[in-house]
């Protein structure tokens, strides 16, 4: 009875000394939290897997060093190592998170000229996956090696580990794609989180990029989910790989004898006064000639996609109302007579001065909360304003 009464107070002891010297740390990171970020969360998400560790392990030491036979020992101990192995990687797991974590928070994309800054966002989130999938495989496999019977099973079957595998490969042939196409994604920096593409004929931003998905955040709030293999095996348009600048157009068909210049200082009068031009480019020229009218396209710039897509709906707006308030003999029209058109009776509307920094219900991507928000969600990395082109 004594030798028993002696093996619980040595457990119990280690024990006690284990949570010490656990609580012992997380003070001494909890003092450090208050200079470290790192010292910060290893505080306070490390301390329950530590704690748990230290303790099986300080109980499993006792029991081996001190504690005799008894029944059920090797029961016991087993279950011990088994938990001290999942209690430790446990513990990895936590320490690599929590690494990442900082990593993260040193690398913030909500700044400007963050294009750097989202590729590591992406080659980061994709290790996190990675390594806590390993992690995990690592400890089952360590934990299921404890047990002699399969440790002789994985022996035996060690020299027909060439086929299985094959044959595992022919089976996972898809998943398997699919997660090396993830990772080719992260490191050859094709696509980062908060890209706009266009894929599939739609137009969105690089919401999720996973190691088997990646999930695109469609611009009216829709979610196309597509596999990994897919953007290393199908073409796909990305606005935002180098920078997020872009060019677009708006194009008219009109009648052959509208004043092109006059429609040419509307285009530049609509630019200088948006806020939504970045200045570089606005140009408005004669893109075809055939049948009974041309073609006017109006090819302007913007900082970034949301910003680009409602400017050429403004500049669309503005001279389809210019040439009605201006030249409305200039419409599409198709020519049954010969000679000059005659004059409308209908009187002309006043000319109405357009406030060009209005917002509302003429913008998708600005103009009120939802339109803020949702153009500050396609807008990808910010750039150093370029001078306005005289």
């Known amino acids: 009875m004594s030798s028993i009464l002696t093996t619980v107070l040595i457990v119990v002891a280690a024990a006690v000394a284990a949570v010490l010297l656990v609580e012992l740390s997380h003070w001494l990171l909890g003092r450090l939290g208050r200079k470290s970020t790192l010292a910060a969360d290893l505080a306070r998400t490390a301390h329950r897997p530590f704690q748990v560790t230290m303790l099986l392990f300080a109980v499993q030491q006792a029991l081996r060093a001190r504690a005799g036979e008894f029944p059920g020992r090797d029961g016991t ?174 194009e008219l068909d009109v009648d052959w004898s509208v004043p092109v210049e006059p429609m040419r200082a509307e285009l530049r009068s609509v630019c200088e006064g948006s806020t939504l031009w970045d200045g570089r480019v606005c140009v408005l020229q004669v893109t075809d000639a055939v049948g009974g009218s041309i073609r006017l396209r109006a090819l302007v710039s913007a900082p970034d996609a949301p910003s680009l897509w409602d400017l050429r709906c403004l500049v669309r707006e503005r001279l389809v109302a210019w040439v009605w308030e201006h030249q409305r003999d200039a419409l599409p029209r198709v020519r049954a007579d010969v000679g000059a058109p005659h004059e409308t009776n209908a009187p002309l509307r006043p000319a109405v001065h357009h406030d060009h920094d209005a917002s509302g219900d003429d913008r998708v991507f600005s103009g009120g909360d939802d339109g803020e928000a949702r153009g500050a969600a396609f807008s990808g990395p910010e750039e150093t304003p370029v001078p306005a082109v005289k």
């Open 77 to 250: 101990l087993h279950a011990l190592v088994i938990l001290f192995i999942a209690g430790f990687a446990w513990l990895v797991a936590v320490l690599v998170l929590v690494l990442e974590d900082v990593a993260l928070d040193r690398w913030r994309t909500d700044v400007p000229d963050n294009l750097k800054r989202r590729r590591l966002k992406t080659q980061v989130v994709i290790l996190r996956r990675v390594t806590v999938a390993a992690i995990v495989v690592l400890a089952l496999g360590v934990a299921l090696m404890t047990f002699p019977g399969i440790r002789a099973l994985g022996a035996s079957l060690l020299a027909s580990a060439g086929l299985a595998s094959v044959i595992a490969a022919l089976a996972a042939q898809s998943a398997l794609g699919n997660v090396f196409a993830g990772l080719q994604l992260a490191f050859s920096d094709a696509i980062k989180v908060d890209d706009v593409v266009v894929v599939e004929g739609e137009w969105g931003r690089i919401e999720e990029l996973t190691l088997t998905y990646v999930a695109v955040q469609i611009w009216d709030d829709r979610r196309l989910i597509l596999p990994t293999s897919y953007f290393t095996g199908k073409p796909f348009q990305n606005w935002t790989r180098t920078g997020s600048a872009v060019l677009g157009t708006a």
